[in-house]
């Protein structure tokens, strides 16, 4: 069966739970979960030189350079895996940066099915920032207080090591999250302009943030 590709934006700030739900919405559909901040994050641990130009932006919680961003995550696409589409996570964050998207996507034939935004208010997010864990091995994503690992550093999926990310301290954060509002803002107004934005309540449960996006999504069978 020949469908058309599937791409999904999934838009929210840093904490709103994006990696969290993608990792597990992306399998479901059967597409790769693309995270602009996981590649940047292998690029800083392989030392290549966009490892080491993302590096200084990064720990001061302010945007890579669109340039490069948008060429890596036309890279991304290009590869074999997202033939069938992919669930974007943490792109676009910027108004250039979508309509770099749109661009190649017309290129390809392909557009956007929906962009769910998930919406958590700003203390909820600097407490699910200032104790996330994740698994230096797999990414597992885990929080100290809202879903904390069976044994405390210990990744339940792999026995991998957990880590705090340095850019989740809470001074980064706050920056992150000014960064977030003032330059993704537009981004969500130019999908909303379009068609294409779901709000979803991220302060649910992390099973009920799934079960509204699968209702987003309208690919998935509910329960
Ligand atoms: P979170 O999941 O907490 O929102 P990410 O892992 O997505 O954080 O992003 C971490 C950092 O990576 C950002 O603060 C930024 O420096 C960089 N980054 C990620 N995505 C983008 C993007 N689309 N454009 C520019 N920089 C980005
Ligand atoms: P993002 O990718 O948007 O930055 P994460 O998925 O990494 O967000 O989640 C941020 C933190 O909040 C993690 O520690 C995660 O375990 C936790 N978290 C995610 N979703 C929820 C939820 N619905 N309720 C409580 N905590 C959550
Ligand atoms: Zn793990």
Not at 53 to 77: N, S
Request: glycine letters at 8%; hydrophobic letters at 40%.
């Amino acid at each position: 069966m020949a469908s058309q590709p599937l791409v999904i934006v999934l838009m929210g700030p840093p904490g709103a739970g994006k990696g969290t739900q993608a990792k597990r919405l992306a399998k479901e559909l059967g597409i790769p979960h693309v995270a602009t901040g996981d590649l940047f994050r292998e690029h800083i641990k392989k030392g290549t030189p966009l490892g080491r130009l993302a590096q200084g932006y990064m720990e001061r919680g302010e945007l890579v350079p669109d340039d490069v961003t948008i060429a890596m995550v036309i890279d991304r696409l290009s590869q074999p895996d997202c033939a069938r589409g992919a669930l974007l996570d943490g792109f676009p964050r910027t108004l250039p940066q979508a309509k770099a998207l749109d661009e190649r996507l017309a290129e390809l034939g392909w557009c956007i099915h929906v962009v769910p935004n998930i919406q958590v208010r700003e203390d909820v997010l600097l407490r699910r920032l200032s104790g996330r864990w994740i698994c230096r091995n797999c990414g597992a994503v885990y929080h100290i207080e809202f879903r904390p690992p069976a044994r405390p550093g210990v990744c339940d999926v792999c026995g991998g090591p957990l880590y705090q990310r340095p850019d989740d301290r809470p001074e980064t954060a706050r920056q992150r999250l000014r960064v977030y509002f003032e330059q993704t803002a537009p981004v969500l107004a130019y999908y909303q302009r379009q068609g294409l934005l779901v709000e979803i309540d991220g302060e649910q449960s992390i099973e009920d943030v799934h079960d509204a996006l699968v209702k987003a999504v309208r690919l998935l069978p509910e329960e």
